[in-house]
């Protein structure tokens, strides 16, 4: 684990969960979804930014190496102790809002969910993802979409933009990268998230809807999505390439 201070409490401050918070458990069909569209870009070595407590990167096996990071260090404790039995995984504390951490060896792949939003430069953010990047290797986003349903779990998780594809393009060209993909995703859950979050002013996760969201609608939404690209929806996916 590194020895870096990192900033206790931010994940509780991103994610408006604790750390003994087991609500991820709610989502297993939710990133089982997210791992489908995330892992055929995925090389043998992967970093993993903002990996939380962890409940993303258990879907991912049969890597080389595998480097789990966030900016709290009691999160990057519970990452190192979750995963203290796979040799490939080695947790990290990084905050990308101070520049990439040096890894030795650059990673195939970088994966950033629901990170690059919380970051007020996040082309100069883009840039540090590149250099733990080695060339040719890609780096695959996953933020929040649309303005519109901007509300206040926003503000109170510190979000400072939602994307759309128009400017998720931007950001990445303005960062020197290639754009190799980028659509929205989750059409269903951006129609749910304006009904609840922007116009029913909920401010908190509720367990009970996430875990109705997860069982009913995501299965359709899968399985929709599988076969056309939506007009709009609750996230933006980006893939580039360094």
């Given at each position: 684990?590194?020895?870096?201070?990192?900033?206790?409490?931010?994940?509780?401050?991103?994610?408006?969960?604790?750390?003994?918070?087991?609500?991820?458990?709610?989502?297993?069909?939710?990133?089982?979804?997210?791992?489908?569209?995330?892992?055929?870009?995925?090389?043998?070595?992967?970093?993993?930014?903002?990996?939380?407590?962890?409940?993303?990167?258990?879907?991912?096996?049969?890597?080389?190496?595998?480097?789990?990071?966030?900016?709290?260090?009691?999160?990057?404790?519970?990452?190192?102790?979750?995963?203290?039995?796979?040799?490939?995984?080695?947790?990290?504390?990084?905050?990308?809002?101070?520049?990439?951490?040096?890894?030795?060896?650059?990673?195939?792949?970088?994966?950033?969910?629901?990170?690059?939003?919380?970051?007020?430069?996040?082309?100069?953010?883009?840039?540090?993802?590149?250099?733990?990047?080695?060339?040719?290797?890609?780096?695959?986003?996953?933020?929040?979409?649309?303005?519109?349903?901007?509300?206040?779990?926003?503000?109170?998780?510190g979000h400072?933009?939602?994307?759309?594809?128009?400017?998720?393009?931007?950001?990445?060209?303005?960062a020197g990268?290639?754009?190799?993909?980028?659509?929205?995703?989750?059409?269903?859950?951006?129609?749910?998230?304006?009904?609840?979050?922007?116009?029913?002013?909920?401010?908190?996760?509720?367990?009970?809807?996430?875990?109705?969201?997860?069982?009913?609608?995501?299965?359709?939404?899968?399985?929709?999505?599988?076969?056309?690209?939506?007009?709009?929806?609750?996230?933006?996916?980006?893939?580039?390439?360094?």
């Open positions: 684990m590194s020895d870096d201070s990192g900033a206790a409490g931010a994940f509780s401050a991103a994610t408006g969960r604790t750390l003994e918070d087991s609500s991820g458990a709610n989502q297993r069909r939710y990133r089982a979804f997210q791992l489908s569209l995330i892992e055929p870009h995925c090389g043998g070595s992967v970093l993993e930014i903002g990996a939380g407590l962890g409940e993303f990167a258990a879907q991912l096996a049969g890597l080389d190496r595998h480097v789990v990071t966030d900016v709290d260090p009691a999160a990057v404790a519970a990452m190192a102790s979750r995963f203290a039995d796979r040799p490939e995984v080695e947790a990290r504390v990084l905050d990308l809002a101070q520049g990439p951490i040096d890894l030795g060896t650059p990673v195939s792949t970088v994966v950033a969910i629901n990170v690059l939003e919380h970051i007020d430069d996040d082309v100069g953010a883009l840039k540090a993802l590149a250099s733990m990047t080695e060339p040719g290797g890609r780096i695959v986003l996953w933020v929040p979409a649309y303005m519109q349903l901007y509300g206040d779990f926003d503000r109170a998780v400072v933009r939602r994307y759309t594809p128009a400017t998720m393009s931007a950001a990445i060209r303005n990268l290639r754009l190799e993909l980028v659509k929205p995703v989750n059409l269903l859950g951006g129609i749910a998230w304006w009904a609840t979050v922007r116009r029913g002013g909920v401010g908190t996760p509720n367990p009970r809807l996430v875990r109705a969201y997860d069982r009913f609608v995501v299965p359709v939404t899968r399985a929709v999505e599988g076969r056309v690209t939506p007009p709009f929806g609750q996230s933006v996916l980006a893939v580039c390439v360094r």
